[in-house]
């Protein structure tokens, strides 16, 4: 999902680079919910079924996660470039973001399912 942040980079440096955004993002209990919902429907309907970009696209908009074109700015974080390209990115950590899910937020498998 957020590899589109990076969509000229190749697998192997846009893959690091989203390790690094994972290591703080303050969203990983939305994204296990969202794990466990998306495990759950392809293994009922089958995964040729079921697209999972359009099922993160769709899971993440009902669970507010970060858009990725919005992921960067959000959460503080710049992109560091050295002679090849971008090398690393750098949190802003006196920029944080409240990951308290609102009222309107699905907390649990059924209640996403249920959105879906």
Do not use: C, H
Not at 7 to 33: C, H, I, V, Y
Not at 81 to 108: L, M, Q
């Amino acid at each position: 999902y957020y590899l589109k942040i990076f969509p000229e980079l190749q697998m192997k440096t846009a893959s690091g680079l989203t390790t690094s955004l994972w290591s703080k993002d303050p969203f990983r209990n939305q994204w296990a919910l969202v794990a466990e919902v998306y495990s759950f429907v392809r293994d009922e309907i089958g995964r040729a079924n079921i697209s999972l970009p359009t099922f993160l696209d769709i899971a993440g908009s009902i669970t507010d996660l970060i858009p990725p074109s919005l992921y960067l700015e959000t959460f503080g974080w710049t992109v560091d470039f050295d002679k090849d390209g971008p090398s690393d990115v750098i949190k802003d950590e006196s920029i944080t973001v409240d990951a308290t899910p609102g009222d309107r937020v699905p907390r649990t498998e059924v209640e996403l399912l249920r959105r879906l």
